[in-house]
Structure formats: structure tokens, C-alpha cells
């Protein structure tokens, strides 16, 4: 019995705000709102790849990619219906482009925690993320022969978007944390029951 309660091998990757069983949707909440919040504030400037390492360190990597994807979804419908992104061929590209970034960050990220060693521990994710925001500026710098934007991989643009990232890696990470000592949905009562 007493090994029922210990995670299981793959468990020990993943933040614990809430109960296993209600972790995808508040990843999915989380992330959603983040992601609102984020684009309102830095349009084009999102930072999928926290939002990816997130994603990985709380939920599998399939419901881990349905996470992003609603994240990509929420930016996309902000930007479009909101924030008037003109509707035209390069923007329609770009905005897939970013998309199929995040779901190449969101993949890297669940690999990368799923090889270190030191499961979800600050350095673990601080890994982690370097790498997703590897691949996210890897992938969009590759659609730049096709669709330009090449000016926007500037030295000091792709730093601050990077510790953009890191800011809302940090932030995302406290408030799991916080919720996980407040305990709202009652996980740890659930436990010791």
C-alpha cells in the first residue's frame, strides 16, 4: 500500500500545484490566462517557451502539446480579433509558424526533464528552458527565408525576449507553488485521507 502513494518514475518530472487528476486543466487555465495576459502586454513577444516548460513539467507531453496549443490558440484569437493583426498571408504564416515553435518547445521540454537527472528542480527547468527557447528561435529563424523578419533575430531582441522567458518561467513556477501550499482543491487533505 505504502508504495501506491510514492510517484511513479515519470511522476517525479512534473510540478504538483494540484491533484494528478486535475493537472491538465489547470496547467490548461494557467497557461490560457498567462497567455492573455501575455499577449495584451508583448503581442508578438509571447513567451511560448516558458509557457512550454510549464506545460511539460506538470502534465505528459501529449496533454502537455493540447495545453500549448489552447495557449496558441487564446494569442492567436487576442491577436486577430483584438489587436487587429492584419490579416494577410504573412501574418496568417507567421502566426502557424509560431505555433508549430511552441508544439517543437513543448516536445523539447518533456524530453529534456524526462533525461535530467534532477527531475523538476529549479535548475532542471532553467535547463529546460534554455533549451525550449533554443528550439522556439531555432524554428522561427528557420521560416524567416520564406516569410523575412530576419531584422527581428537581433542580438539584443532574442536576449530580452529570452529573459522575458525566464521572468515568466520564474513567475509560473510561484504561482504553482503558491497553489500548492494553499491548497484550494483540497490535494493535500485528499492525500493524507
Known sequence: MALSILPSGDDRFRLHPVAPRLAPMFCFALLTASCALASFAFACATPFAAFAVIAAAMVPQRPALLVVTGAWLVNQTIGFGVLHYPVDASTIAWGFVIGAAALLATAASSVVLGLLP????????????????????????????????????????????????????????????????VDPFGRNRAMSA
Do not use: H
Not at 131 to 139: F, H, R, V
Not at 156 to 178: N, P
Open 118 to 181: 534532477q527531475g523538476r528542480t529549479p535548475l532542471a527547468l532553467a535547463i529546460t528552458l534554455i533549451a525550449a527557447y533554443g528550439i522556439y528561435e531555432l524554428a522561427l529563424l528557420a521560416a524567416t527565408p520564406l516569410l523575412g523578419g530576419e531584422g527581428a533575430f537581433t542580438a539584443a531582441i532574442v536576449t530580452r525576449i529570452g529573459l522575458t522567458s525566464a521572468v515568466w518561467l520564474a513567475g509560473l513556477v510561484a504561482i504553482c507553488e503558491i497553489v500548492r501550499v
